[in-house]
Structures are given as C-alpha cells and as structure tokens.
C-alpha cells in the first residue's frame, strides 16, 4: 500500500487564506497519520516522501514502479480562487479505479465536512498508472476559511486519516 504525501520542499502546494500553512506540510501530517493507522493493522506502507524534500512526479512514479504496491493513494488538499468553494473530493482518471475514489469519498462525508465531488478523467499524474489502483484525495480547501480552520485542526486530520483508510478497507472488501 503507497501514501504519496503532496507536494514538498520548494514545491509548497497551496497555502491557507488566513494562517499561510502550507500544503506540503498538511498532506505530509495527514500521510503520517494513516501510515500509522496502516501499520497498526499490520498493512505494510510504502511512503513517496517521508520528510521535506522535493520529489517530482517522474522520480514519484519510477519509485512506485519499482516498490509495487497494491494501491495508492494521493493526498492533497485543495485551493481555488473562488473562497465560497469547500468541501473534499476524490479523483480518478481510469474508469476502472473510479471505485476506489467513490469508496474513500463515501467515507470522508462522514468527517463532517462539506462534499465537493467524485471526478473522473482527471489529468493527475499519480492517476496515470494502469500497474496499481490509485485515487487522488484533496482535502477541504485552503483557500476557503471554513475550510482552513477544520484542516488546522488535529482532531479533523485525524478524522480525515481515519476516513481514508476506511476507505481503502471497504474497497478491498468490496473487490474481493
Ligand atoms: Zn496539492
């Protein structure tokens, strides 16, 4: 199982409208997170970055290729020039991983967040490979202040953590 935490390093992703956090460090800390909710189920984890350092896609997907793991999932959280706009959402790009993102959606509602979508034929490049079911989550958005202050919170990261590997569990269940 793959954690890609976003960005890192000098690519610092989108930061929050009040506080200026920033992304890299949020998807970093949500990562650790399930990677520990992971391992105490005694799920073997493999990180694309365990620490702050800038990692490019190329270098992400040649990694994941050599480690094969049996999923993956992308964590980032979202920003858009309209501040009215919150709410999670999953992304897939192959048709045939859209259960995936659906699974992990169903269950990020429950954090009590808004619902921004599941959307599909979308361009990330961690939903590219055809070698691994993959999902990319983006969190609540940075750039709505509603938003920032649930993913400043601990208690919600955690929750979202929670949510994302129930997720995982449901869809391993579900294509048995
Ligand atoms: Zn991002």
């Known amino acids: 199982m793959a954690v890609d935490a976003g960005h890192g390093g000098s690519n610092t992703g989108a930061s929050g409208k009040q506080s200026g956090r920033l992304e890299k460090e949020l998807t970093l800390d949500v990562a650790n997170r399930l990677q520990s909710l992971l391992r105490r189920k005694g799920v073997r984890v493999v990180m694309t970055r365990s620490g702050d350092t800038l990692i490019g896609p190329t270098a992400r997907i040649l990694a994941m290729r050599q480690a094969l793991p049996n999923l993956l999932v992308s964590i980032h959280f979202n920003s ?41 034929h979308f361009n990330f490049f961690f939903n590219t490979p055809t070698d691994y079911p993959n999902a990319l989550v983006e969190g609540p958005f940075l750039s709505n202040v509603t938003d920032e202050n649930l993913i400043l919170d601990d208690r919600f990261r955690q929750r979202m953590a929670k949510a994302i590997r129930r997720g995982l569990k449901r869809f391993v269940k579900d294509s048995r």
């Open 80 to 120: 858009s020039a309209n501040a009215a706009v919150r709410g999670v959402s999953t992304y897939y790009k192959h048709v045939g991983f859209r259960p995936l993102s659906q699974a992990i959606l169903l269950e990020l509602r429950k954090t009590g967040t808004a619902e921004f979508g599941n959307v599909g």
